[in-house]
């Protein structure tokens, strides 16, 4: 397979998908969901290939295809996956297709089931948008944003990572925008000026490093490879101080403030408290199926970005700044566990929950650059990242999941996802409540199910790095804990709230759209080898790399 | 390698494939799903048996190939990577496999019987079959990690079956309040946990001199010492108490284990008494060599030990001073238990392992056949469970006095022919004999004295007296019609009924095993003792039957008043008011309220999680989100200022000027059209300062 482009053939699948849909007529609904359910399939099978293909002995980067793009820039079209990006494009391939086949019921005229976000919204005149005539376009976005994410999660020049980074971001604008709650535009606008913000602030920061990088004969760096070995060896720092020499800022000062602005686009992303205002309310406006991409891919997008740049290129900055990185990460742990459990709104709920989940990602990613001597704790680094790893796998599948899950009950309930909106539903629909209960157990962390073996390994390593900060993040362990089974409390025991005794369990469909992620969840908890002899040598790479 | 040993895996696999196969069946097949747990639980009752048998033959604790590890998870480059569980056969798991796989069947057996009726009758045994397969997984554990993934399903299954009725809210909100509390342990015996990893580099128990119980990994953490100057062993230990702690319903977090009786009565009876609380006992007893481990020549008495003793004392006087005042069979039951395992964990602290563990076993026992008992005396008065409203069942239910007197006099401890006795006079030997301090003694003696009071009022006011359900009825008919009796079946409603067979006979084979069990840890043949690797030297000497003789006599102290305030002269309406209520000082008041704790914790704890919850809310909506919205509104401002400025001061026309207002509104419309801008300054704000902060902070 080595003369095959299967990387690029995974990520312009997609995107040549969504060019047909754009070119469908308008009014039909069936068909293209019929032409996008069987994009993602295909890509999906592309995936799998590369996933049998991939040789999980190496930690290198494989399937390398690189070819000068702009020269003059030093722009290379440079693609390739270890472990991590292989992950990812596995956990694209697989949410794409679940949040497309969960968008059925988006385009139905409500027939049965009365769904208010499916009928014209009245206030559209302004627009132009009405919704049963558009379902292609809303595909098309759909496969524009996972190519998108493909090219995030493959590239390796930043030019050519830029593109992809912001090609997801737009696709995911209009989404929410066109199709999303009441309150979708500022939402949607919210969500765009924050995250492109973010993009600004990171561009700026890469533009810096290629300036001060670059010299008469040749072109500055764009690369991560070469961008990280500088990093490593210090003259990353040196090269900007001589390169820029901003306000007379010292050299430390003046990487800090590079790598302030590469940090401001990822915690952004992720996001890190402060920067996590816009999540609540895009992912509460965003239609369900959208919401599924935006937690179970592109919140990965930032952690990714963590893991692939932010942590081999500045590793001297973050270990300068550990302590305040570190209470950012505890915060944002338990901050968003507490204000999960105050929300009275599901998707509100498993927005701040998404939150906390890739809050400890980000502890381990920042534990993992303490710098040390201690050959015992690079063992305790591999396990925190391993952990990471992991974590974002497991919290991409099974949040994808519980929203899904959300979005069958508002289906049901005509909208209505309020906590207290419903009360007994195990009565009525038992099927729903264990099938959601497994996904709320997977996201407490039952062992067993495959949220554990993530945060366990998460823990495993960070407290020997950070005793404080794991002593503190597990608060967030147990308010999830309140929170969640909250949640189950309210709206699947006590006694059936009258106005839903003829709420519908879970149709043959819907079973079998959900068994898979289901699975999945026993297959990680019980067996994690699957995904983990897959990543460790990836993992001991980059700690090997971090070993200072 | 013995083929048990090797296989021993099987004991919890088969339940969990029976679990797994009866979820997957419709609700229609009741029989199929029943006959399916009670199978599986048969198979591995056998195997149990035998690998019983095989660890009497092979004898000492520390018998070669008695455990067999794999690799299940790399996570890290090299040998130091690779994370192992496995599995452990030795006295330790023999004895509670046995012990879980019987009392687990004949509850199986009894719930036939008792569920007969309940619409969920299939999710029921899938619940308790999940539940045994996770329980005997903790058993056999040989990886304190495997041990930690099976006591989270056993959580989990705890959670599932307290809430078994979901449509009450009082057990949707104890199934809730249970697995909580019991979290807060987890949390701190996951930290246990990941430290001890750290630093032994291994989970295993045993593996070849490699494991973390095992000589080398604690001589290495008695070496090491924490920043506060204690051992690591202790802070370790102390974490994983704190686990136990949780599991076994110890004081300070005991509050859910008396909710926890929402649940249909097998599930107290298999869960709440006999097995899943003892996990905590069990787990203290597993890392004993952990919590006991001391440097040469230091007192044998660790903080971690003195802990787990002190914590035992108190909540065996604790819960049981709480029994004496409730009025709902099970609630009694279930402080009886707070209080029981606290007596375990003293035994564990003072005595050792085997103290402990005589008490683990044949408490499971007695208390089985006594939750049993008392589901039997509830099943047979139309779900009553307040004991105010019984009285005189003795002459309906002779099967069930029967049983329940000898598991009531077991778990008083009734001298020389019932198992309690000979257990917890063992504890109170080693508490005697404890040199740091007597006080455990103490308290231990009158948590016995208390016992025998509470179970003697409780047998007093069930099985003996007049009746006074329908004395109550007559006396209160707007009560009798604001309750009607639930079981439809019952045409005389007022008369309690003996059981049927499938519930009787465990209780028969139950009682059996409550007087039998404790022959084989007397002080004459202390068979147990030795079995766990404990020696028992003293024999028969005058200071142990002089002990025997003091607790014999607090026995029958507490008996005596007992009966001398409930069983002489029986009340004659439920709605009389209880003896103790003369005591001084409110005394009844506090004990009926239970101290106040689950108040002083709704006053400290949750008011303050809600508060805080709410906090975090504000703090996102206005602190954050609000510096958007200020910024955004001093955009605002500026611009009108800046304008109003232009247009007045610079261009001092009134036409210019009438002319600037209504530009002004048209620029000020634009900018609350979009809100573009306010974010961009917000974040460029925030950027900014993060900047400061990151420098200032970097530069440091």
């Known amino acids: ?326 209470w ?221 | 390698m013995t083929w048990i040993v090797k296989y021993l895996w099987l004991i919890p696999a088969l339940p969990m494939l029976a679990a797994g196969i009866s979820a997957l069946a419709p609700q229609r097949c009741r029989k199929f799903s029943s006959s399916l747990a009670i199978g599986s639980m048969g198979l591995a009752l056998l195997l149990s048996l035998w690998a019983f048998v095989n660890s009497v033959q092979q004898g000492g604790v520390d018998g070669a190939d008695r455990y067999f590890n794999f690799a299940w998870l790399q996570f890290a480059a090299g040998d130091a990577g690779i994370l192992k569980l496995g599995w452990v056969l030795d006295p330790l798991t023999a004895v509670m496999l046995v012990m879980v796989t019987f009392v687990g069947l004949l509850i199986f057996i009894y719930s036939v019987g008792y569920m007969a009726h309940d619409e969920n009758f299939t999710r029921f045994f899938t619940f308790l079959s999940l539940f045994a397969g996770a329980m005997l997984g903790v058993v056999i554990a040989n990886s304190l990690l495997l041990l930690f993934i099976c006591w989270e399903l056993v959580g989990l299954t705890s959670y599932l079956l307290i809430g078994f009725w979901y449509h009450k809210p009082s057990a949707a909100a104890a199934a809730k309040k249970a697995f909580i509390t019991t979290r807060i342990g987890d949390v701190a015996l996951l930290l246990g946990m990941v430290w001890l990893y750290h630093e032994t580099g291994t989970l295993l128990f045993y593996d070849d001199g490699a494991g973390c119980l095992e000589t080398s990994a604690l001589a290495k953490l008695i070496a090491t010492t924490t920043s506060v100057g204690m051992a690591v062993s202790t802070a370790i230990g102390l974490l994983i108490f704190a686990g136990a702690v949780g599991k076994s319903g110890q004081v300070p977090l005991h509050v859910w284990l008396p909710d926890a009786m929402e649940g249909p009565t097998p599930v107290s009876a298999l869960i709440h008494a006999a097995t899943m609380v003892a996990a905590g006992v069990f787990l203290v007893a597993r890392v004993f060599p952990l919590m006991g481990a001391h440097a040469e020549g230091a007192a044998a008495e660790t903080a971690a030990l003195q802990t787990v003793t002190w914590i035992g004392a108190i909540t065996a006087v604790f819960a049981a001073s709480i029994a004496v005042a409730q009025n709902d069979i099970k609630r009694i039951l279930a402080y009886s238990t707070v209080s029981q395992l606290g007596y375990m964990m003293m035994g564990l602290g003072t005595g050792g392992v085997a103290v402990g563990m005589f008490h683990l076993i044949t408490h499971a026992f007695f208390k089985a056949l006594l939750f049993m008992g008392a589901g039997s005396v509830i099943h047979g008065c139309q779900e009553e469970q307040d004991i105010r409203k019984m009285g005189g069942i003795r002459k309906y239910m002779p099967i069930t006095f029967a049983t329940y007197a000898v598991g009531m006099l077991a778990l008083a401890g009734f001298p020389l022919l019932f198992s309690g006795f000979w257990s917890k006079d063992e504890i109170l030997h080693a508490a005697h004999g404890w040199p740091v301090s007597h006080v455990p003694f103490y308290l231990g003696v009158a948590g016995a004295f208390l016992t025998a009071f509470y179970m003697t009022r409780q047998v007093a006011l069930v099985f003996l007296g007049p009746n006074r359900s329908r004395a109550w009825e007559s006396a209160d008919h707007s009560h009798a019609r604001g309750n009607p009796p639930t079981h439809v079946g019952g045409k005389d409603k007022g008369a309690p009924h003996e059981s049927p067979a499938v519930m009787t006979w465990p209780l028969i084979i139950l009682a059996t095993c409550a007087i039998v069990l404790g022959f084989i840890g007397t002080p004459m043949w202390p068979w147990f003792q030795s079995f766990l690797g404990q020696e028992h030297g003293e024999g028969l000497t005058t200071g142990v039957v002089a002990l025997m003789v003091v607790s014999s006599l607090i026995v029958f102290a507490g008996i005596g008043v007992g009966w001398w305030l409930y069983g002489r002269k029986p009340i004659q309406r439920a709605d009389k008011s209880d003896v103790l209520e003369k005591l001084p000082a409110g005394a ?96 460029g704000v925030a950027l900014t300062v993060l900047v400061i902060i990151l420098v200032w902070g970097g530069s440091r």
Request: net charge neutral.
């Open chain 2, 588 to 683: 009844y008041t506090w004990l009926e309220r239970k101290y106040g704790v689950d108040e002083l914790y709704e006053i400290s704890v949750i008011r303050f999680n809600a508060w805080f919850a709410r906090a975090c809310d504000f703090l996102d909506a206005w602190v954050w989100g609000g510096a958007v919205k200020l910024v955004s509104l001093i955009t605002l401002g500026l611009s009108w200022v800046s304008r109003v400025f232009d247009e007045f001061v610079i261009n001092l026309g009134f036409d210019q000027s009438c002319d600037g207002v209504s530009r002004g509104g048209k620029l000020m419309s634009r900018w609350q059209d979009g809100r573009v801008q306010n974010y961009l300054r917000v974040i």
């Open chain 1, 328 to 548: 950012l990460a505890v915060v944002t742990i338990v901050f968003s566990a507490c204000a999960a459990f105050a929300q009275r709104d599901l998707k509100r709920m498993l927005a701040y929950s998404s939150i906390n989940h890739l809050g400890y990602c980000l502890l381990a990613v920042f534990a993992v650059a303490k710098f040390t001597n201690n050959p015992a704790l690079v063992v305790e680094k591999a396990a925190a990242l391993n952990g990471v790893f992991l974590q974002m796998f497991n919290h991409g599948l099974t949040a994808a999941a519980l929203f899904m899950f959300v979005g069958f009950l508002e289906q049901r309930a005509g909208g209505l996802r309020g906590l207290n909106d419903f009360g007994g539903l195990r009565k009525v629909a038992p099927v729903f409540c264990g099938l959601m209960g497994i996904a709320l157990f997977s996201s407490l962390g039952l062992p067993g199910l495959n949220g554990f073996v993530g945060e366990f390994l998460i823990f495993k390593g960070v407290f020997p790095l950070a005793p404080w900060a794991a002593g503190w993040s597990v608060l967030g362990l147990l308010v999830t804990a309140i929170f969640l089974l909250t949640i189950l409390q309210r709206v699947f025991n006590g006694p059936l709230n009258e106005k839903w005794s003829k709420l519908p369990d879970l149709t043959l469909a819907e079973r079998a759209l959900v068994a898979a992620p289901i699975a999945l969840m026993f297959v990680l908890g019980l067996w994690p080898r699957l995904v983990l002899d897959v990543i460790n040598p990836t993992v001991v790479r980059m700690v090997e790399q971090l070993n200072f």
């Open chain 1, 1 to 326: 397979m080595s003369d095959f482009a299967i990387l690029s053939a995974i990520t312009f699948l997609p995107l040549f998908g969504g060019l047909i849909l754009v070119g469908l007529n308008a009014g039909q609904t069936a068909l293209p969901r019929k032409i996008a359910i069987g994009f993602s399939f295909a890509t999906l099978g592309l995936t799998l290939l590369l996933w049998r293909a991939f040789d999980p002995a190496s930690g290198e980067l494989q399937f390398i295809e690189q070819a000068n793009w702009i020269p003059a820039l030093g722009v290379q079209y440079f693609v390739g996956v270890d472990g991590l990006g292989l992950l990812m494009v596995l956990l694209t391939a697989i949410v794409v297709p679940m949040a497309l086949l969960a968008s059925g019921k988006l385009f139905e005229g409500g027939v049965g089931s009365p769904l208010p976000a499916a009928a014209p919204r009245k206030d559209d005149g302004a627009h132009g948008v009405t919704r049963p005539n558009n379902a292609h376009l809303y595909y098309a976005l759909i496969l524009f944003l996972q190519a998108g994410l493909f090219g995030t999660f493959t590239a390796l020049n930043f030019f050519h990572w830029f593109i992809f980074w912001e090609l997801s971001l737009i696709p995911a604008f209009f989404l929410v925008r066109l199709w999303g709650g009441p309150q979708r535009s500022p939402a949607a606008m919210q969500f765009f000026v924050y995250t492109m913000v973010g993009s600004i602030a990171m561009l700026l920061a890469f533009l810096a490093m290629f300036f001060a990088t670059s010299k008469p004969e040749q072109p500055g760096v764009f690369d991560f490879i070469t961008l990280a070995e500088m990093g490593r060896n210090g003259t990353l720092a040196k090269a900007l101080s001589d390169g820029l020499g901003w306000f007379d800022l010292t050299q430390p000062t003046l990487a800090l403030v590079i790598f302030a602005g590469v940090l401001l686009g990822f915690a952004v992303k992720v996001p890190l408290m402060p920067f996590h205002t816009w999540l609540p309310t895009t992912y509460a406006e965003a239609p369900t199926p959208v919401t599924m991409l935006l937690t179970g891919v592109m919140s990965k997008m930032g952690v990714y970005g963590f893991v692939r740049i932010l942590l081999p290129i500045f590793p001297a900055q973050i270990n300068a700044l550990l302590t305040p990185l570190l």
